[in-house]
Antibody, heavy 122, light 107 residues
Framework: QVQLVESGGGVVQPGGSLRLSCGASGLILREHVMHWVRQAPGKGLEWVSAISHDDVNKYFSDSVKGRFAISKDPSQNTLYLEMTDLRSDDTALYFC???????????????WGQGTRVTVSS | DIQMTQSPSTLSASVGDRVTFTCRASQTVDIWLAWYQQKPGKAPKLLVY???TLETGVPSRFSGSGSGTEFTLTISSLQPDDFATYYCQHYDKYPPAFGQGTKVEIK
Protein backbone atom coordinates (compact mmCIF):
# COMPACT_ATOMS: atom_id res chain seq x y z
CA GLN A 1 0.00 0.00 0.00
CA VAL A 2 1.41 3.37 -1.04
CA GLN A 3 1.50 5.83 1.82
CA LEU A 4 3.05 9.16 2.76
CA VAL A 5 3.25 10.13 6.42
CA GLU A 6 4.25 13.63 7.50
CA SER A 7 5.68 14.53 10.89
CA GLY A 8 7.61 17.28 12.61
CA GLY A 9 4.95 19.95 12.91
CA GLY A 10 4.41 21.92 16.07
CA VAL A 11 4.23 25.35 17.64
CA VAL A 12 7.18 27.66 17.01
CA GLN A 13 7.82 31.32 17.71
CA PRO A 14 8.18 33.86 14.89
CA GLY A 15 11.72 33.72 13.54
CA GLY A 16 12.10 30.11 14.60
CA SER A 17 12.87 26.99 12.61
CA LEU A 18 11.29 23.61 12.06
CA ARG A 19 12.02 20.54 9.94
CA LEU A 20 9.14 18.58 8.48
CA SER A 21 9.53 14.97 7.40
CA CYS A 22 7.54 12.90 4.95
CA GLY A 23 8.16 9.17 5.17
CA ALA A 24 7.18 7.01 2.23
CA SER A 25 6.10 3.40 2.08
CA GLY A 26 5.18 1.51 -1.05
CA LEU A 27 7.06 3.93 -3.28
CA ILE A 28 10.70 4.88 -3.71
CA LEU A 29 11.10 8.65 -3.40
CA ARG A 30 14.21 8.83 -5.59
CA GLU A 31 12.01 7.71 -8.50
CA HIS A 32 9.52 10.56 -8.14
CA VAL A 33 9.21 14.33 -8.14
CA MET A 34 7.89 15.26 -4.71
CA HIS A 35 6.12 18.37 -3.49
CA TRP A 36 5.02 20.21 -0.38
CA VAL A 37 1.62 21.91 -0.39
CA ARG A 38 0.17 23.82 2.55
CA GLN A 39 -3.24 24.93 3.70
CA ALA A 40 -3.72 27.76 6.19
CA PRO A 41 -6.61 27.31 8.63
CA GLY A 42 -9.91 27.70 6.79
CA LYS A 43 -8.13 28.63 3.57
CA GLY A 44 -7.30 27.04 0.23
CA LEU A 45 -4.32 25.06 -1.00
CA GLU A 46 -0.96 26.73 -1.65
CA TRP A 47 1.93 25.04 -3.42
CA VAL A 48 5.20 25.47 -1.49
CA SER A 49 8.10 23.54 -2.96
CA ALA A 50 9.17 20.68 -5.21
CA ILE A 51 12.26 18.51 -5.71
CA SER A 52 13.09 16.47 -8.79
CA HIS A 53 13.59 12.72 -8.60
CA ASP A 54 17.37 13.14 -8.84
CA ASP A 55 17.50 16.15 -6.46
CA VAL A 56 18.98 18.33 -9.22
CA ASN A 57 16.04 20.70 -9.55
CA LYS A 58 14.36 22.40 -6.62
CA TYR A 59 11.51 24.88 -6.83
CA PHE A 60 10.00 27.24 -4.27
CA SER A 61 7.08 29.60 -4.11
CA ASP A 62 7.99 33.27 -3.81
CA SER A 63 6.51 33.32 -0.31
CA VAL A 64 9.08 30.82 1.05
CA LYS A 65 12.06 31.32 -1.27
CA GLY A 66 15.23 31.92 0.70
CA ARG A 67 13.68 30.66 3.95
CA PHE A 68 12.72 27.05 3.17
CA ALA A 69 14.85 24.20 1.84
CA ILE A 70 13.73 20.86 0.39
CA SER A 71 15.70 17.63 0.39
CA LYS A 72 15.44 13.86 0.35
CA ASP A 73 17.28 11.10 2.19
CA PRO A 74 17.20 8.00 -0.04
CA SER A 75 18.51 5.78 2.76
CA GLN A 76 15.48 6.72 4.87
CA ASN A 77 13.13 7.09 1.89
CA THR A 78 12.11 10.40 3.44
CA LEU A 79 11.38 13.87 2.11
CA TYR A 80 12.19 16.93 4.21
CA LEU A 81 11.18 20.57 4.36
CA GLU A 82 13.55 22.70 6.39
CA MET A 83 11.77 25.90 7.41
CA THR A 84 13.62 28.89 8.86
CA ASP A 85 12.71 32.48 9.76
CA LEU A 86 9.13 31.36 10.24
CA ARG A 87 6.36 33.95 10.14
CA SER A 88 2.76 33.91 11.30
CA ASP A 89 1.56 33.49 7.72
CA ASP A 90 3.45 30.18 7.52
CA THR A 91 0.88 28.74 9.93
CA ALA A 92 -0.76 25.89 8.02
CA LEU A 93 -1.28 22.19 7.56
CA TYR A 94 1.63 20.98 5.45
CA PHE A 95 1.09 18.10 3.03
CA CYS A 96 3.67 16.17 1.06
CA UNK A 97 2.50 14.84 -2.29
CA UNK A 98 3.72 12.76 -5.19
CA UNK A 99 3.73 14.22 -8.67
CA UNK A 100 2.11 12.40 -11.57
CA UNK A 101 0.81 13.13 -15.11
CA UNK A 102 3.36 15.76 -16.01
CA UNK A 103 2.72 18.46 -18.61
CA UNK A 104 6.45 18.32 -19.34
CA UNK A 105 7.04 21.28 -17.06
CA UNK A 106 4.89 20.64 -14.02
CA UNK A 107 2.33 18.11 -12.83
CA UNK A 108 -0.55 17.15 -10.57
CA UNK A 109 -0.53 15.30 -7.28
CA UNK A 110 -2.05 11.86 -6.85
CA UNK A 111 -0.77 10.64 -3.49
CA TRP A 112 -0.93 12.89 -0.45
CA GLY A 113 -0.04 12.46 3.18
CA GLN A 114 -2.42 13.35 5.96
CA GLY A 115 -0.56 16.56 6.76
CA THR A 116 1.38 17.92 9.73
CA ARG A 117 0.32 21.14 11.42
CA VAL A 118 2.67 24.09 11.88
CA THR A 119 1.66 26.99 14.11
CA VAL A 120 3.83 30.09 14.26
CA SER A 121 2.89 32.11 17.29
CA SER A 122 4.48 33.95 20.18
CA ASP B 1 2.79 33.77 -12.09
CA ILE B 2 -0.56 32.38 -13.24
CA GLN B 3 -3.49 33.07 -10.91
CA MET B 4 -6.52 30.78 -10.70
CA THR B 5 -10.00 32.04 -9.82
CA GLN B 6 -12.94 29.77 -9.04
CA SER B 7 -16.63 30.61 -8.99
CA PRO B 8 -18.85 30.45 -7.14
CA SER B 9 -17.16 30.30 -3.73
CA THR B 10 -20.11 28.36 -2.33
CA LEU B 11 -22.82 26.41 -4.10
CA SER B 12 -25.95 25.09 -2.40
CA ALA B 13 -27.50 22.09 -4.09
CA SER B 14 -29.61 18.99 -3.49
CA VAL B 15 -28.93 15.33 -4.08
CA GLY B 16 -29.63 14.57 -7.73
CA ASP B 17 -28.87 18.08 -8.96
CA ARG B 18 -26.58 18.76 -11.88
CA VAL B 19 -23.93 21.22 -10.73
CA THR B 20 -21.26 23.07 -12.63
CA PHE B 21 -18.50 25.31 -11.36
CA THR B 22 -15.90 27.35 -13.10
CA CYS B 23 -12.16 27.93 -12.92
CA ARG B 24 -10.45 30.78 -14.76
CA ALA B 25 -6.74 31.25 -15.32
CA SER B 26 -5.08 34.67 -15.58
CA GLN B 27 -3.32 33.47 -18.73
CA THR B 28 -3.60 30.41 -20.88
CA VAL B 29 -2.72 27.06 -19.29
CA ASP B 30 -3.58 25.15 -22.48
CA ILE B 31 -5.13 21.86 -21.28
CA TRP B 32 -3.04 21.52 -18.13
CA LEU B 33 -5.80 21.83 -15.58
CA ALA B 34 -6.73 19.46 -12.76
CA TRP B 35 -9.56 19.23 -10.23
CA TYR B 36 -9.40 17.95 -6.67
CA GLN B 37 -12.04 17.15 -4.05
CA GLN B 38 -11.31 17.83 -0.40
CA LYS B 39 -13.36 16.91 2.63
CA PRO B 40 -12.82 18.48 6.08
CA GLY B 41 -9.69 17.19 7.81
CA LYS B 42 -8.62 15.14 4.79
CA ALA B 43 -6.04 15.47 2.07
CA PRO B 44 -7.23 16.50 -1.39
CA LYS B 45 -8.20 13.74 -3.81
CA LEU B 46 -7.32 14.02 -7.50
CA LEU B 47 -10.47 13.78 -9.64
CA VAL B 48 -9.59 15.08 -13.10
CA TYR B 49 -6.36 15.91 -14.93
CA UNK B 50 -5.52 17.26 -18.37
CA UNK B 51 -8.84 19.13 -18.28
CA UNK B 52 -11.11 16.14 -18.85
CA THR B 53 -9.36 12.85 -17.98
CA LEU B 54 -10.87 11.13 -14.95
CA GLU B 55 -8.44 9.67 -12.43
CA THR B 56 -8.82 5.93 -11.96
CA GLY B 57 -11.78 5.11 -9.75
CA VAL B 58 -13.52 8.47 -10.07
CA PRO B 59 -17.23 8.06 -10.86
CA SER B 60 -18.38 8.94 -14.36
CA ARG B 61 -20.84 11.54 -13.00
CA PHE B 62 -17.81 13.85 -12.82
CA SER B 63 -16.68 15.52 -16.03
CA GLY B 64 -14.31 18.32 -16.90
CA SER B 65 -14.10 20.58 -19.92
CA GLY B 66 -12.49 23.74 -21.22
CA SER B 67 -9.16 24.96 -22.53
CA GLY B 68 -6.95 28.00 -22.43
CA THR B 69 -8.24 30.14 -19.60
CA GLU B 70 -11.73 28.84 -18.79
CA PHE B 71 -12.58 25.44 -17.39
CA THR B 72 -15.57 23.74 -15.79
CA LEU B 73 -16.20 20.75 -13.57
CA THR B 74 -19.66 19.21 -13.78
CA ILE B 75 -21.29 16.67 -11.50
CA SER B 76 -24.21 15.23 -13.44
CA SER B 77 -26.20 13.99 -10.46
CA LEU B 78 -24.97 15.11 -7.07
CA GLN B 79 -24.57 12.30 -4.54
CA PRO B 80 -24.31 12.57 -0.73
CA ASP B 81 -20.59 11.76 -0.90
CA ASP B 82 -20.00 14.75 -3.22
CA PHE B 83 -20.59 17.47 -0.63
CA ALA B 84 -17.07 18.80 -0.29
CA THR B 85 -14.78 21.58 -1.48
CA TYR B 86 -13.40 21.43 -5.03
CA TYR B 87 -10.14 23.01 -6.14
CA CYS B 88 -8.75 23.54 -9.60
CA GLN B 89 -4.99 23.56 -10.19
CA HIS B 90 -3.00 24.53 -13.25
CA TYR B 91 0.21 22.70 -14.04
CA ASP B 92 1.27 24.43 -17.21
CA LYS B 93 4.52 25.60 -15.61
CA TYR B 94 6.07 26.45 -12.28
CA PRO B 95 4.74 27.59 -9.95
CA PRO B 96 1.62 25.43 -10.04
CA ALA B 97 -1.34 27.22 -8.50
CA PHE B 98 -4.71 26.35 -7.04
CA GLY B 99 -7.96 28.22 -7.16
CA GLN B 100 -9.48 29.32 -3.88
CA GLY B 101 -12.06 26.52 -3.96
CA THR B 102 -15.80 25.99 -4.44
CA LYS B 103 -17.64 24.55 -1.46
CA VAL B 104 -20.66 22.42 -2.36
CA GLU B 105 -23.19 22.52 0.47
CA ILE B 106 -26.45 20.72 1.09
CA LYS B 107 -29.42 22.91 0.17
Amino acid sequence: QVQLVESGGGVVQPGGSLRLSCGASGLILREHVMHWVRQAPGKGLEWVSAISHDDVNKYFSDSVKGRFAISKDPSQNTLYLEMTDLRSDDTALYFCAREVYSSGRCAVFDIWGQGTRVTVSS
Amino acid sequence: DIQMTQSPSTLSASVGDRVTFTCRASQTVDIWLAWYQQKPGKAPKLLVYKTSTLETGVPSRFSGSGSGTEFTLTISSLQPDDFATYYCQHYDKYPPAFGQGTKVEIK
